[in-house]
């Protein structure tokens, strides 16, 4: 086992005002929600769903192996922003933020000490301001959810988020302050509407196999195919925006997602209370004209935590002033193997998830609600091939070995003795060693109502 099992990494950038950083690189930051990597062209999937994103992977690095630290869309993000752990940064369910006087530094904050102008524009209902308090972090902070989802205004289409996102480059684009920009699609996660228009996909030949199922199952795989080739066109025209005022070569686009989908896989759809590689594995872009090989591929496994301290090494690294601001961060920067094509050497990838609220409940009923347990519903780690998932409540863990077993479908179960106790005993330490004590955030009850429409509460 590793010495080392919670990975640092300490950064330092130039406080606002203290260098010139007229020469540092835009971002583009595209995080598609319940995106599945497997069901992308570009990682091998039986239908040409993606077009836009695999030429942005021609002409960048492709990560074959990258995974989220969480299946739930708001602690995956703040996870991505800050390279914590949701049990380091505090939120562990969508619809909780991180504390106000959190000492856990964040992305965007960093790169307004560096002087960028930071803009977001987002798509769905667990990123909202007044839950999350992300608007915080940005000058711009994008939120008009218009889509009736289930009773609510709780999310938007790609349709009506790339307008506003393509107008707000046309109008500060150009400006003498590098830009970072961040555009969050849902359009992949539930209810999977069928985009009529983008349903006649192709054949991606040599590939894997067409999907199969039950008719159900085959519907429900086929609407959300037609979703990911809609978000992808409207992707393709963020990135044609970039083109027309001439920002390619002097911006960084990366392209991940918060967490995948099961579509029926271990009989269960949707995401938030399984670990299974479905669910965890992202797909991960990163285009930088001139800096990085175009049609890269990397394979050793890597985490989203680890695109913080990329994104700082490929920005605002080279710009130190003897003025500084240190963070630590639990990822590791890609920077070395994107930038020289160094090899990445491999380490432990953990994931967590935790179970939602109990139900709706007025303060004086609180015993009702779930509170920061001792430990997550599941949690676990993958090491080489070979995979871990710790169930504390059913006191089980399940071993997978996915170069045999890739489909998760054999595991080895084990509920008692020597190994059992000598793995959960390391589970257990790490999770304690990263835990935080972020205070818990209460919920409104509407909010509940949204969360439970989503299928995020139990």
Avoid at 86 to 115: F, K, M, T, Y
Avoid at 208 to 216: H, K, L, R
Wanted: contains cysteine; glycine residues 6%; proline residues 6%.
């Amino acid at each position: 086992m590793r010495a080392a099992l919670f990975c640092t990494g300490l950064f330092s950038i130039a406080l606002a005002g203290a260098a010139d950083n007229r020469a540092a690189p835009n971002v583009l930051l595209i995080t598609a929600d319940t995106l599945r990597a497997g069901h992308l062209s570009c990682y091998g999937y039986a239908w040409k769903t993606s077009p836009n994103i695999d030429q942005l992977a021609r002409e960048g690095a492709r990560f074959e192996s990258a995974y989220s630290v969480i299946p739930l869309t708001g602690p995956a993000h703040f996870s991505l922003f800050t390279s914590r752990y949701p049990q380091e940064h505090g939120a562990r369910r969508n619809g909780e933020g991180i504390a106000s006087d959190s000492p856990v530094i964040a992305l965007p904050q960093l790169l307004r000490a560096a002087d960028y102008h930071r803009a977001a524009f987002i798509s769905a209902w667990p990123l909202r301001a007044r839950l999350t308090r992300l608007n915080e972090w940005f000058d711009h902070y994008d939120e008009d959810l218009t889509r009736t989802y289930q009773l609510f205004n709780s999310s938007r289409w790609a349709e009506d988020v790339t307008p506003r996102a393509t107008a707000w480059l046309a109008k500060n684009g150009s400006s003498s302050k590098p830009f970072f920009m961040w555009v969050h699609y849902f359009d992949p996660h539930s209810p999977y509407h069928f985009r009529e228009n983008f349903a006649d996909l192709e054949r991606n030949e040599g590939r894997g196999p067409v999907p199969s199922g039950d008719e159900e199952t085959r519907e429900r795989i086929r609407n959300y195919d037609t979703e990911i080739a809609y978000m992808d066109w409207h992707i393709g025209k963020l990135l044609a925006e970039l083109d027309r005022l001439d920002l390619r070569d002097s911006t960084i686009v990366l392209l991940t997602a918060d967490h995948g989908e099961s579509l029926g896989e271990h009989d269960y759809v949707g995401h938030g209370r399984h670990l299974f590689e479905n669910i965890v594995r992202v797909p991960l872009v990163v285009r930088y004209p001139g800096k990085v090989k175009a049609g890269t591929v990397h394979r050793t496994p890597v985490s989203i935590l680890d695109i913080t301290p990329t994104l700082l090494d490929l920005t605002v690294k080279p710009a130190l002033d003897k003025k500084t601001l240190s963070a630590t961060f639990a990822g590791r920067s890609l920077a070395p193997a994107l930038l020289k094509e160094s090899k990445l050497s491999h380490r432990r990838i953990y994931y967590v998830t935790f179970p939602g609220k109990k139900g709706i409940a007025p303060k004086w009923l609180s015993w009702l609600w779930v509170t920061n347990e001792r430990l997550p519903l599941k949690f676990g780690y993958l090491e080489g091939r070979r995979k871990h998932v710790w169930s504390p409540p059913e006191k089980e863990l399940a071993v997978y070995d996915l170069g045999r077993d890739s489909s998760e479908l054999h595991p080895r179960i084990l509920e008692t003795g020597t190994p059992y106790e000598a793995e959960t005993k390391k589970l257990t330490a790490w999770f304690e060693r990263t835990e935080s004590r972020a205070r818990q955030q209460e919920i409104a009850a509407r909010d509940l109502e949204v969360l439970k429409s989503l299928g995020y509460n139990q």
